[in-house]
């Protein structure tokens, strides 16, 4: 079974430009967790998707948007991008839900904001 | 009190000793312990976890205590090896809010 995909994997952009980063999960999950990771920040909860609904979300200004299609792929957008968002941002997929649930990560795509 | 305190930061440990990090945690409705693993440019991947209605789970060379009272859990990972070298979080999660919330991260050295 494939696992969690992200693209792109790698991404440069100029400040106050905005972003689109995908996700697919793993067949049959349903669940998408969204995750930033810095060197300062560590990894911090973004939002939670489970059947295009967003059910969760973390402490972050509202330039951070995701989605869920009826495939269960998510985007994640971020408008007016600032130099602090450059992060390597995770993709996490589980079974049905999050609670309890293993959430698999995908490699990552890495956002490099110039 | 949605913390989570990894430590120790960094760990060097020799090839065949045991490796030990800590965690600990504030919010008592955290009922989901994972550790997950991260190599670099990868993203982490789920090593072992543990549910508080028990104290202890060992899955090979991988072991996490846990101590409800005293809220904190830790992984032990015996006969180390070099190819254990990575970056280890622990996280916690509560039923109702369906969200990790991941320790600082230990980078784990292993010399051969």
């Known amino acids: 079974k494939a696992g969690v995909t992200q693209t792109p994997r790698y991404l440069i952009k100029t400040r106050g430009q905005q972003v689109t980063l995908s996700c697919s999960p793993i067949?049959?999950?349903?669940?998408v967790s969204w995750y930033q990771q810095t060197p300062g920040q560590g990894l911090q909860f973004l939002f939670e998707y489970f059947s295009e609904t967003q059910r969760n979300k973390g402490n972050f200004p509202g330039r951070f948007s995701g989605r869920q299609f009826s495939n269960s792929r998510s985007e994640m957008n971020v408008s007016t991008l600032e130099l602090g968002d450059s992060a390597l941002y995770l993709c996490a997929s589980s079974l049905t839900t999050p609670r309890g649930e293993t959430q698999y990560f995908g490699p990552g795509t890495r956002l490099l904001v110039l | 009190q949605q913390q989570v305190k990894q430590s120790p930061q960094s760990l060097i440990v020799q090839k065949g000793g045991i490796s030990i990090i800590n965690c600990a945690y504030e919010n008592t409705a955290f009922d989901y312990f994972p550790w997950y693993q991260q190599f670099p440019g990868k993203g982490p991947a789920l090593l072992i976890a543990i549910r508080p209605d028990v104290s202890e789970k060992k899955e090979g060379r991988f072991t996490i205590s846990f101590n409800k009272s005293a809220k904190q859990f830790s992984l032990h990972i015996m006969d180390s090896q070099p190819g254990d070298s990575a970056t280890y979080f622990c996280a916690s999660e509560a039923s109702n809010t369906g969200k990790l919330i991941f320790g600082q991260g230990t980078t784990l050295q292993v010399k051969p």
């Open positions: 067949s049959g999950h349903r669940s």
